[in-house]
C-alpha cells in the first residue's frame, strides 16, 4: 500500500490535540509505532488510549520540549525500546496575537522556548540517533505566517520564520547521512484553539467570528487537522524520499489567491 509506515518508529510532539492528535492517529493507521509527547498527559493518554483501542501501536513520553536534557532523554529511551527512530514530527507549538508594541519580553520568551527551541531540541536528541542509522525524516510545523506578514502575529510569525530556516539548513547539512528534513506551512486550521480563543474574546458571538475566520480562506473555510496529518504522512513515508528541504504550504490558496 501507499504510505504505509509499516515498522517505521515515529515521536510526534504535541500529539495530545488539534494537528498533533490527528499526525498519531493517522501514522499509527498507516503501521508507525508512534511515542506520542505532549505537556498535557491526560490529553495525551486519551488519545493513546483511543488509538491503542483501534489496535494502533502508541505509547505516551513525558517530557517538555523546551529542554534539551528531556528529549536527550525520550530520544534515547525511545532508541533503547524501539531499537531505531525513523521519523520526528516537531508539531508542538503555542500561539500569541500580538503586535511589536503588544509583545512583552515575556511573551517573545515564551515562544521562543516552544516555537524555536522546543524545534531545536527535538531535532538536536534525534540527529544522533538518524546519522547512526544512516536515515531518517524530520518533519517540523511552520505556517503561513513564515512566508508573510500576518497582522497582530509579531511573536508568533517570528518563530516560524525561525522553524522555515532551520528546516532549510538542517535538510541541506545532513542530506549525507539520508536524513530528509521538510517543514509544513498550514493557513487557518480548526482546532480546539481555535474554538477556545473565541470562546475567551468573543463570547456570545462565536459563530460568527468563526464564519468571518473561515471566509479569509479563499476556499471558502478553515483547513481540518486530518487534512495537514495526510500530508505528513506522505512527506514522511517512502514514497516522499526524493523530498527534502522544502516547504508546503496547506493554506486554502491564500498565499497566492490574497494577493
Known amino acids: 500500500m501507499p504510505f504505509a509506515l509499516d515498522g517505521k518508529i515515529a515521536l510526534v510532539t504535541g500529539g495530545g490535540s488539534g494537528i498533533g492528535e490527528s499526525i498519531c492517529r493517522t501514522f499509527a493507521s498507516a503501521g508507525a509505532h508512534v511515542f506520542l509527547l505532549d505537556i498535557d498527559e491526560a490529553g495525551a493518554r486519551r488519545v493513546a488510549e483511543e488509538i491503542q483501542a483501534g489496535g494502533g501501536q502508541v505509547e ?31 508539531n508542538a507549538g503555542i500561539a500569541h496575537v500580538g503586535r511589536l508594541e503588544d509583545t512583552t519580553e515575556e511573551d517573545l520568551d515564551r515562544i521562543y522556548s516552544v516555537n524555536i527551541k522546543g524545534v531545536y531540541n527535538g531535532m538536536m536528541a534525534a540527529l544522533p540517533h538518524m546519522k547512526q542509522q544512516q536515515g531518517g525524516v524530520i518533519l517540523n510545523m511552520g505556517s503561513i505566517a513564515s512566508s508573510l506578514g500576518l497582522p497582530g502575529r509579531f511573536a508568533y510569525s517570528m518563530s516560524k520564520g525561525a522553524v522555515l530556516a532551520m528546516t532549510y539548513t538542517v535538510a541541506r547539512d545532513y542530506i549525507g547521512y539520508n536524513i530528509r528534513c521538510n517543514s509544513i506551512a498550514p493557513a487557518r486550521i480548526h482546532t480546539p484553539f481555535v474554538d477556545g480563543f473565541l470562546a475567551k474574546n468573543y463570547p456570545g458571538q462565536e459563530e460568527e467570528m468563526f464564519n468571518n475566520l473561515s471566509q479569509t480562506q479563499p476556499i471558502g473555510r478553515m483547513g481540518r487537522p486530518d487534512e495537514v496529518a495526510h500530508l505528513a504522512l506522505y512527506l514522511c513515508s517512502d514514497e516522499a524520499a526524493f523530498i527534502t528541504g522544502t516547504n508546503y504550504p496547506i493554506d486554502g490558496g491564500f498565499l497566492t489567491l490574497n494577493t
Open 60 to 90: 505516551v513520553v513525558s517530557g517538555n520540549v523546551s529542554h534539551q536534557s528531556e528529549m536527550i532523554r525520550i530520544c534515547k529511551d525511545i532508541v533503547a525500546t524501539a531499537g531505531r527512530l525513523d521519523i520526528l514530527v516537531n
